[in-house]
T-cell receptor, first 112, second 119 residues
């Protein structure tokens, strides 16, 4: 079945540093891939997604490229801000069902 | 824009007590989900519903029951709460077909969470 593995946190960076959060997956076929973000005290919200191989999703300065050869969907941002401090989840659908699988989440803390 | 609303947001129970969490969405979504979030374990699916009057088990259904009597509401019940059910519970909804299909955007809309403590 489908699965997702996400790098463990927490990740602590200084403001304006470069961010990478790794996500790899196993899946049947080429499902859509998602990154969700959870700000403190809130529910998850969609950050970006990619619907097919080699697609790049982007939003709020974050980017992730759907790489089928390495089965990865790493999240990147060139210059993080304090306001990016949150927990980030990689997710993908379970093929042929109505369900989604989430990674364990990576907590990011950005220091001023 | 209400989106997905969960009530209550906080609750403390004693072992053996019962309670119901209510999830309401105003987006006319067909699919609704209940997840629990625990440290180091990400989100785990408890139950889900693909339409009014239907429910199905997720990864960790034991100890929980659900009902979807109205399309906009999805209730999660704990009949006899246990300390292992201390968690943050999230409801989510979406539109469209199969999770990996092309007929939907795939986006899940989440509530703000309900923090439950069982003593």
């Amino acid at each position: 079945g489908n699965s997702v593995t996400q790098m463990e946190g927490p990740v602590t960076l200084s403001e304006e540093a470069f961010l990478t959060i790794n996500c790899t997956y196993t899946a049947t076929g080429y499902p859509s891939l998602f990154w969700y973000v959870q700000y403190p005290g809130e529910g998850l919200q969609l950050l970006l997604k990619a619907t097919k191989a080699d697609d790049k999703g982007s939003n709020k300065g974050f980017e992730a490229t759907y790489r089928k050869e390495t089965t990865s969907f790493h999240l990147e941002k060139g210059s993080v801000q304090v306001s990016d401090s949150a927990v980030y989840f990689c997710a993908l659908p379970t093929s042929g069902t109505y369900k989604y699988i989430f990674g364990t989440g990576t907590r990011l803390k950005v220091l001023a | 824009n209400a989106g997905v609303t969960q009530t209550p947001k906080f609750r403390v129970l004693k072992t053996g007590q019962s309670m119901t969490l209510l999830c309401a969405q105003d987006m006319n979504h067909e699919y609704m989900y209940w997840y629990r979030q625990d440290p180091g374990m990400g989100l785990r699916l408890i139950h889900y519903s693909v339409g009014e009057g239907t429910t199905a088990k997720g990864e960790v259904p034991d100890g929980y029951n659900v009902s979807r009597l109205k399309k906009q509401n999805f209730l999660l019940g704990l009949e006899s709460a246990a300390p292992s059910q201390t968690s943050v519970y999230f409801c989510a909804s979406r539109s469209g077909g199969l999770a990996g299909g092309t007929s939907n955007t795939g986006e899940l809309f989440f509530g703000e969470g309900s923090r439950l403590t069982v003593l």
